[in-house]
């Protein structure tokens, strides 16, 4: 997995078959009501996957897959 921050939306795709995890921004205003985003992300292991959880004003949720070693 590839875990980006500081765009303006949080997003998740999968190419080549890996997943690309992008952040909102702290900062960031999307809603254009001059409130920041406050986002950050707390990623969870399990054993078959990884959970990452987006807090802040734009909440998010993505469950990505562990490859098998």
Avoid: C, F
Avoid at 30 to 39: Q, Y
Wanted: cysteine-free; charged content about 15%; overall charge negative.
């Amino acid at each position: 997995m590839a875990m980006n921050g500081h765009v303006h939306w949080n997003n998740h795709t999968v190419h080549n078959g890996i997943s690309h995890i992008t952040i909102q921004s702290l900062v960031e205003n999307a809603a254009n009501d001059g409130k920041p985003a406050g986002a950050w992300a707390l990623v969870e292991a399990g054993a078959t996957h990884l959970d990452v959880t987006v807090n802040g004003r734009d909440l998010a949720s993505y469950r990505v897959p562990r490859p098998l070693l």
